[in-house]
Structure formats: structure tokens, C-alpha cells
């Protein structure tokens, strides 16, 4: 019998200063539902699943996701999709976000999106589906 290989992705943690803080802005702005917390951790997920999961992790370390690419581009550490971006971005810029501009893909190949940045200073995205 061939065992199942497959990888999934489970979680991804992101580091925040106040774990009370970005679990509200994560429930609040991304819609996302909190299945447990602690001190220290928040566990999130997307509304009627269970994975991928979003852990919020305390930190001391002011180390946040982002990062900047070869070709001058800040890349987000972590993308959602949405099947209402123009929706979303209005909530973001509504409530003070710090997000870009929504504008059309430079590439045929990319979604239309836009960054932003969380409450902890993570860079974020969203990108269109559906």
C-alpha cells in the first residue's frame, strides 16, 4: 500500500506585538474567526474552515512579514484572496489602513490586488479570485 504524500499548508504563524490587538483587527477587518487564544497566541481561521490557519504569535522581536524583492517590489509575507477586493479595500482605507492603491496587475500572469499593513506592521496582501 503506497502511503499519502501530500503537504498541505496548516498554519502560518505571524509575529505581533499585542496578541488582544491584532486578534480584534484580524477578526475585525479580514473576517477571520479566532478557534483559541492564550496569553500569547491567537489561532484564526476563515469563516466555515479550519485550514489553512493563521497562528498570532507575541513577540518581543520586532522582526514583521515583508520583505523586498530583487525587482525593487515589497512582497507581502502572507496573501489573501478574496472574491470582493474592491469591497475589502474600501473597509481597509475606511478604517485608516495603510494599503496601497488598487490598480491593474503589471503582469498578464498576476491577480489584481494590493498590500497593506496589519495593526502589528506586517506586510500583508489581497488578491482577487474567483
Known amino acids: 500500500m503506497e502511503r499519502d504524500r501530500r503537504i498541505v499548508i496548516g498554519t502560518v504563524e505571524v509575529p505581533v506585538g499585542d496578541v488582544r490587538r491584532a486578534q480584534r483587527w484580524y477578526e475585525e477587518l479580514l473576517d477571520l474567526e479566532c478557534a483559541w487564544f492564550d496569553d500569547a497566541h ?5 469563516p466555515g474552515s ?3 490557519s493563521i497562528l498570532l504569535v507575541q513577540t518581543a522581536d520586532p522582526t514583521r512579514l ?3 524583492g ?3 517590489i515589497r512582497h507581502a509575507g502572507l496573501d489573501f484572496g478574496t472574491t470582493d477586493l474592491d ?3 474600501a473597509r481597509l482605507v475606511a478604517r485608516g489602513v495603510d494599503a496601497d ?5 503589471a503582469h498578464d500572469w498576476a ?3 494590493f498590500g497593506f499593513i496589519d495593526s502589528e506592521g506586517n506586510r500583508l496582501a489581497a488578491f482577487e479570485i474567483g
Not at 491567537?42 to 476563515?46: K, Q, S, V, W
Not at 492603491?101 to 496587475?105: D, G, I, T, V
Open 70 to 72: 530583487s525587482n525593487a
Open 101 to 105: 492603491a488598487l490598480e491593474q496587475p
Open 66 to 68: 515583508g520583505f523586498e
Open 42 to 46: 491567537a489561532l484564526l481561521h476563515p
Open 87 to 89: 469591497g475589502l479595500h
Open 50 to 52: 479550519k485550514s489553512p
Open 111 to 113: 491577480p489584481r490586488g
